[in-house]
Each structure stands twice: as C-alpha cells, then as structure tokens.
C-alpha cells in the first residue's frame, strides 16, 4: 500500500464506523471519542464520506425503515487502511517522545 | 411580525452575507425565506438561530445536491431556500455550534466554486465589452455608452472579487501546507 496519510477526521471517522452509523451519529460519536476536540462539521463530513466510498474505505446500507438516513460502515478495505494509520501514528510517538523528552 | 429587506451581495460577499445574516438574527430577526436581491425575516428571539450559506457544485435540483441538503438537515440543521446555486441552511443556536465545514481542504473547495463561477462571469461579460466597445467605436451612441459604461463597472467589480477570492485561495493553500 503507498504511504497514506490520513486526516485525523477520516481517522476517527474509520473508528467510529466499525458500528455502523447515519451522519449525525457519526458527528456525534466522533466528538464523544475526541472529548469534544474534533467537531466535524456537515459539508466536510459529507465530502470526506463520498471520498471514502469512492475508494472502497466504508459502505452504504440501506437506512431503516421508518427513516431514509443512510447509514454508514467500514469496510475490509477500510480496515486495512485504518491499521496502517495506527502504525505509522505509532512511530509518530516514538519518535517523538525520543526527541521531545516528554512521557 | 415580517419585514422584507432588498440587498444585494455580490458573488466575492458570500462571507459578509452570512455576516449580516447572523447580525440580524443577534438583534432578533431570524431569516424566513430568500429569493435574488430579497430577504424576508420574521422577529424571534435574538440569536436564535445561526445561518450559514454555500454555492454548490451543482444546482439545487440535482440529486447530488438534493442529497447534501437532506443530509445537512438529518444533522439538525433546517434548508431555509436557495438562490441559484446559493443554498442557505440555519440551526438552533441552542441546539450547538453550527459550520458547515470544519477543515482547510472542504474550505478551498468551496472557494474554488466561487473562483469558476466569477471566472466564467468575468469572460462572459469581457465577451460583450470588447465587441460593444468597438461598435460604439465605430459609431458614437450615448444610450450605448452608458450600457457600456455600466457593464464596465461591473467587470471592473467582478475583477476585484476575484483578485479577492484568488487572494483567500493562496491563503488557505498555505496554511493547508502546514496544517489540517
């Protein structure tokens, strides 16, 4: 796989998707994991959402049937590109704590 | 209680609409509904509702588009009208923080929209200049001096808010080099 690099709204969009999830529960959940630091906001969260269904990261399913909300949710593909994320934010910290002395 | 405010915002003003829209809503006049040049509010509470406003991609009618808009709203917000390809949406200020985009990368395309848009505008209206300058070269008319003289004006404008828009691409391609 070519070295991607992920934004940390697509990161934790990824996460969050492991259940699957319409929208607004996305929005939501993923500023509950971040305590409240990252917000993602409608425009950006629907673009990021297209992109990553055109690459094959995440699926559609059909919403249920009382509402029309698509729901969303990752895929093997999706995954994988999730667990190299994690690998190289690992070596992120590694190097990092090397050179900035901090624990 | 109603009022009908006539105001024109120029494609470049989208930031100080949206401005305007929400100082209005911060004294008590929440946005109703929108058509060219007319806003119509309705008294509420001050500060009610946010407003915020995007040129899409493509018109209001496409299903891609019509599936923006219904996805913005299943996030709590409400599709108050559109303009052209203006679509204006606002939220219970009660409700939470409402933006419409949260990074520099959804930001920059949106600024590109504006870009094509006044570019195509500044051509199309270059397209009658240079031709209707001739004519009236070639055979002096005042009525026809005068329609130049306004689309001139207007080119003129549309050439600052593009130096404008171009400016405020740079800016974020910059901070998009260093930063989310």
């Not at chain 2, 995007?54 to 808009?69: F, G, K, R, V």
Request: net charge neutral; with cysteine.
């Amino acid at each position: 796989m070519e070295n991607i690099v992920l934004t940390e709204a697509v990161f934790y969009v990824l996460l969050s998707l492991h259940t699957p999830l319409h929208g607004y529960g996305i929005m939501q959940q993923v500023s509950e994991l971040s305590h409240g630091r990252v917000n993602l906001a409608a425009g950006t969260l629907y673009g990021a959402l297209s992109t990553m269904q055109d690459k094959g990261w995440i699926e559609s399913l059909p919403g249920e049937q009382s509402s029309r909300k698509k729901e969303y949710r990752i895929t093997t593909v999706g995954r994988a590109v999730a667990v190299a994320e994690l690998a190289r934010l690992r070596e992120l910290v590694a190097h990092g704590s090397q050179f900035l002395e901090v624990k | 209680m109603r009022k009908i405010v006539h105001k024109n915002f120029f494609v470049w003003q989208a930031d100080l609409e949206e401005k305007w829209l929400n100082e209005m809503s911060a004294q008590g006049w929440q946005l109703l509904s929108v058509a060219l040049f007319r806003y119509e509010f309705e008294q509420g509470d001050k500060g009610e509702y946010c407003y915020r406003l995007e040129l899409l991609e493509d018109w209001p009618t496409h299903p891609n588009s019509m599936e923006y808009i219904r996805f913005v709203e299943e996030t709590g917000a409400e599709f108050i009208g559109r303009v052209k390809r203006w679509v204006y949406f606002r939220k219970r200020t009660a409700d939470g923080a409402f933006e419409l985009f949260s990074d520099i990368k959804s930001q920059l395309t949106v600024n590109m929209r504006s870009v094509q848009l006044l570019t195509v505008l500044f051509f199309v209206e270059l397209a009658y200049l240079l031709p209707a300058s001739y004519m009236l070269y070639t055979a002096p008319h005042l009525l026809l001096a005068g329609v130049i003289a306004l689309n001139a004006v207007l080119e003129l404008l549309m050439s600052i808010g593009l130096v404008k828009m171009l400016a405020k691409r740079s800016q974020l391609k910059r901070e998009l080099a260093i930063r989310e």
